[in-house]
Nanobody, 122 residues
Framework: QVQLAESGGGLVQAGGSLKLSCVASGGTFSSYVMTWFRQVPGKEREFVAGIMRNGLSKIYADSVKGRFTISRDNAKNTMHLQMNSLKPEDTAVYYC???????????????WGQGTQVTVSP
C-alpha cells in the first residue's frame, strides 16, 4: 500500500498564498487518482481538488475554483496544491488521499496522509 505525507501548511493573512505538498511512498504512485480534502472541527471532511493518473484532468470544488491549482509529478511521486487568494474560510486541516477513482466523498478513499494545518487570519 501507498503511504502519504503532507507538508507546507502554516499561518498566513487573508489574500496570501501557500503551497502544499504530498509525498507518496510504498506504492505505484502513477496508478492512483490523487485528491485533496480539508476538514474543520464539527464538519465532515470536504473535497477540495482531484487529479487523474496522468495529470491531464483536474476537478475543483466550487469554493476554491480559480484560486487553487492541483498538480502532480509522477516521476517524483509528489502532488501539490497551490493556494492563492486565501480566505479565512479556507482555514482547515488539509489531507491528501489516493484511490482508484475520482470521488467527492472522503469515504471513497482508503489511503490518507496525516494532514497539515492551514490557518488564514482576517
Amino acid at each position: 500500500q501507498v503511504q502519504l505525507a503532507e507538508s507546507g501548511g502554516g499561518l498566513v493573512q487573508a489574500g496570501g498564498s501557500l503551497k502544499l505538498s504530498c509525498v507518496a511512498s510504498g506504492g505505484t504512485f502513477s496508478s492512483y487518482v490523487m485528491t485533496w480534502f480539508r476538514q474543520v472541527p464539527g464538519k465532515e471532511r470536504e473535497f477540495v481538488a482531484g487529479i487523474m493518473r496522468n495529470g491531464l484532468s483536474k476537478i475543483y470544488a466550487d469554493s476554491v475554483k480559480g484560486r487553487f491549482t492541483i498538480s502532480r509529478d509522477n516521476a517524483k511521486n509528489t502532488m501539490h496544491l497551490q493556494m492563492n487568494s486565501l480566505k479565512p474560510e479556507d482555514t482547515a486541516v488539509y489531507y491528501c488521499a489516493a484511490g482508484g477513482g475520482l470521488y467527492y466523498s472522503a469515504s471513497s478513499y482508503d489511503h490518507w496522509g496525516q494532514g497539515t494545518q492551514v490557518t488564514v487570519s482576517p
